[in-house]
């Protein structure tokens, strides 16, 4: 299982027809794995998308059915909050985003990969495993 992070998916959406993109080559050395975008993940996805416009929401909106989604359940909330605490113990919270946060704490619980553009945003988190561009 591979959870997408949102500039991941992001490149995804704007290379729906280069195959040879970075983000697209990336995944496909992961034959066979699910693709999940979690609600942090969709909730910012679908908000740059409505900034641009309503036309570009509904793409979006389209989009996203294409990959299996997952909220955010009570276990994630612990693991978040185990993640969280073990980063301010270490004094690394700092400039961490609480969005990047519950992604990571979602793709924990799970047991599954990040794919991310952004590395230094998630490295710190302790036993996550990350995949990028």
């Known amino acids: ?52 416009s309503e036309d570009c929401l509904n793409d979006a909106i389209v989009f996203l059915s294409l990959f299996e989604f997952s909220g955010i359940s009570r276990q994630t909330a612990i693991q978040y909050a185990r993640t969280v605490a073990r980063l301010r113990r270490r004094a690394t919270l700092t400039g961490a985003s609480k969005a990047d946060l519950w992604i990571a704490a979602w793709a924990l619980e799970h047991q599954a990969l990040l794919a991310t553009r952004n590395r230094r945003h998630f490295e710190r988190v302790e036993g996550l495993r990350i995949i990028d561009s």
């Open 1 to 52: 299982m591979i959870c997408l992070d949102t500039d991941f998916l992001i490149d995804l959406w704007r290379s729906r027809k280069h195959a040879e993109h970075p983000a697209r080559k990336a995944l496909a050395r992961y034959p066979g794995e699910v693709l999940v975008v979690c609600a942090p993940v969709a909730g910012e996805f679908l908000e740059g998308a409505a900034f641009v």
